[in-house]
């Protein structure tokens, strides 16, 4: 079992900078990647970003790519997304995920991840 927790969530204004955390415990040795998703209000969870123990390169999607930087501690305890020149439209409780699957490339769907967290709110507004 993994446990993940998420913290760092807040109110930020328009073009302002936050930075959420994904703290793990248990089996964590079994993790191949991770990843942040986020479900706004009334639309599916989508994929933001994903990272793995060196696999390949950390993953974004093209809404987040040139603003969003994921990243991890060596132990794979701790990972972070850190976001920049926010926008209203990023407001949304952010996710992290665990997947156990064997993968040379970066996996952007949900299914593929065993583990969650419970949610961090992120809300973009002044």
């Known amino acids: 079992q993994v446990q993940l927790v998420e913290s760092g969530g807040g109110l930020v204004q328009p073009g302002g900078s936050l930075t959420v955390s994904c703290a793990t415990s248990g089996h964590t040795f079994s993790i191949q990647s991770m990843a942040w998703f986020r479900q706004a209000p009334g639309k599916d969870r989508q994929f933001v970003a994903s990272i793995s123990r060196g696999a390949y390169h950390p993953a974004y999607a093209v809404s987040v790519a040139d603003r969003f930087t994921v990243s991890r501690d060596s132990g794979y305890t701790t990972i972070y997304l850190q976001m920049n020149n926010l926008k209203p439209e990023d407001t949304a409780v952010y996710y992290c995920?665990?997947?156990?699957?064997?993968?040379?490339?970066?996996?952007?769907?949900?299914?593929?991840?065993?583990?969650w967290g419970q949610g961090t709110q992120v809300t973009v507004s002044s």
């Open positions: 995920a665990a997947s156990l699957v064997h993968s040379l490339v970066a996996l952007p769907g949900e299914g593929d991840y065993a583990y």
